[in-house]
Structure formats: C-alpha cells, structure tokens
C-alpha cells in the first residue's frame, strides 16, 4: 500500500511538470487551479480566460503563459498543484470554488490570488483577528443574502401538498460557508413558515443515499444550497427528485441549465469574467491603489423551461429562460 501510495505520488509530480516549460517567454504566467471536474464551475474558467483575452492577454497572440490544473476532488492534489504554481513563480493564482481559494492562500501570502465561485473571505475563515482579509486575496465573491431571495422564491412557485410547504436541503458540514447558509436558511424558513427539512452529507459517496432518505421525508420541494458536494453531485440530486416528483430550485444559474426549476443568483461565466477583468488591470498595472476583491455585480433569475413544464410551473414574468 506505502509503494503504491509512494507510485501515485511520483505520477501526481510528473503530471503537474509536464509542459512545465512557458510557452511565451516574457509573458505573464497565471496558475488556473480547479478544485474538482464540474460543467456549471468550468464555466468561471471560460469566463475568466475570455475576460484576459478581451483586454489584451491570450496565449494565442503570445501575451500569456496558463498553467491549468484540476485537482479532481483530492484535496491532497489540490495541494500540490498550488505548491507547483509557487515553485513556478506564477504572476498570479486563480482558484475556483472556494476549496482552491483556501487552499492557495495556506500556501501563499506573496502570489495574487484572484478567486471566483468563492464566497466572503470571512464566509470561507480567511480573515485575521481583526477581520481582514489576506492582503493578496483579490477576485470576486459573494455574500449569502442571494441565497436568502434564492430561497424566498420558493413558496411562490411550488405547491405545498400538506398545510405547511416543505423544502429539502443537504449541507455540508465539512464546509464553513455551507454550514452558514444552513444555519441562515433555517432562520429564513422559520420566518417564512416553511419547514426546512434538512440532512447533512460529508461526501459526494453519500449523497445518493442522504438524498433518498430525505425524499422519502415527503418534501414539497429541494434546495441546491450551493456547496461543492452539491455542485459535483447535482446530476444524482436532480435525477431522484425528477423521479420523486420534486421540484429543485437553487441560486445558481448553471444549476438550472442542468435541471433545477429557477434560480437567483450569479451567472457563474460572468462571475469568473468579472474576476478576469480584475486580473487584467492588475497584469496592466499591479496592485495599483484601490484594487480588492469585489462582490459579484450581476444576478439574475433564471428558470428552465423543460424543468418548469415537467411539474407544471408557470413563471411570473422576470424571469429568463436559460440558454
């Protein structure tokens, strides 16, 4: 077990060095690392790169060096490929979801690192005693009162079979921001009078089952809190709600393009473009005064027409249909 462990170490190396060599000498170097494979999450890369490419910076027109590397879920890996990014002395870090954000900056205090699909840095446990964030933390993030009118849209589009509307919702407890939005969407839901029927999973292997268990609870209705372990999960959690005649809103518009009814929330391509825009003024100008991380600028509510019909939904009007 040590040899094999020993083995896949040296292949994890010799994978993260190869084409380590800069394309564009003289260019900028960025270090792109994704916590794990997922298409809603890729999309912040598509729009990241698309943001560098408009103000200038490409690889094609040889104005950039991108080192991509997917961790693929083993936060181990994740490790190592920052570690990598740092022994190649990479102009700046993106990272994408939040596990990479948190991971790049335990491992650096001196590389830029320019989040998306992240949330707050207090959410994510990155701020010091007196609540500032690391001072080469820049990107984009969000806050969870998006979350709140995520939720909020509920009970105005899904019927309760019962007196009291139920909703359904898995949280990660591994996970400080999922952790948060649970113990405010409990607050919400109490308000509102709606039962939050939830269950916590540790893993995306305990999903399937955690799923089951708590649609067999008789809910009304599932919440895609938007964590990692639902986000790499979500083609489980929709197919057995689909199955369970229960309709999934989220807060996510990449969610809804992959089954969920609605959603408010950040678009996550032009979440991970707004973040490109801001490594492009840094790439132009350094950490010039007044460049920090940002909130999200653009939400929207979103809805998916075949989901929609599929339980019978009619949507007020505000609502987009998604691409």
């Keep these: 077990m040590h040899r094999m462990k020993h083995a896949m170490g040296i292949l994890v190396l010799a994978a993260l060095a190869a084409a380590c060599e800069p394309a564009n000498e003289g260019a900028p170097t960025i270090g792109f690392v994704d916590a794990f494979e ?3 999450i890729e999309q912040a890369k598509d729009g990241f790169l698309a943001a560098l490419k408009d103000n200038g910076f ?6 950039l060096n991108v080192i991509y590397r997917n961790a693929q879920g083993d936060i181990p890996t994740l490790t190592q490929i920052v570690r990598y990014f740092i022994s190649q002395k990479v102009t700046l870090i993106a990272s994408s979801p939040s596990l990479s954000t948190i991971t790049a900056l335990q491992n650096t205090r001196d590389i830029p690192v320019f989040m998306m699909v992240s949330p707050t840095p207090e959410l994510m446990k990155v701020t010091d005693a007196q609540d500032n964030a690391p001072a080469n933390l820049f990107g984009v993030a969000e806050n969870l009162a998006y979350i709140d009118t995520s939720f909020a849209l509920i009970p105005g589009l899904a019927e309760p079979k019962g007196e009291v509307l139920r909703v359904g919702l898995l949280f ?5 921001q999922s952790v948060d939005a649970f113990g405010r969407l409990q607050e ?8 939050l029927v939830s269950r916590p999973v540790n893993s995306t292997a305990d999903v399937k089952l955690v799923a089951g268990a708590l649609l067999n609870e008789g809910i009304d209705a599932f919440f895609a809190n938007p964590d990692n372990t639902v986000f790499s999960s979500f083609e489980t959690i929709i197919k057995a709600c689909n199955e369970a005649g229960v309709p999934v809103f989220t807060s996510e518009a990449g969610l809804v393009a992959r ?8 678009d996550i391509y032009q979440w991970g473009y707004q973040a490109g825009e ?5 790439l132009k100008n350094g950490p010039a005064e007044g460049l920090q991380w940002e909130m999200v600028k653009l939400r929207r509510k979103s809805y998916n027409p075949e989901a929609a019909a599929r339980f019978g939904i009619s949507m007020p009007a505000g609502y987009e249909p998604i691409q």
Excluded at 278 to 282: E, I, L, T
């Design 38 to 40: 997922d298409s809603t």
């Design 58 to 63: 490409s690889e094609a027109d040889k104005s």
């Design 172 to 176: 990660n407890q591994s996970e400080p």
């Design 188 to 195: 919400l839901a109490g308000a509102m009078g709606v039962e």
């Design 259 to 266: 089954g969920a009814v609605a959603a408010y929330g950040a």
């Design 278 to 282: 801001q490594a492009a003024r840094f």
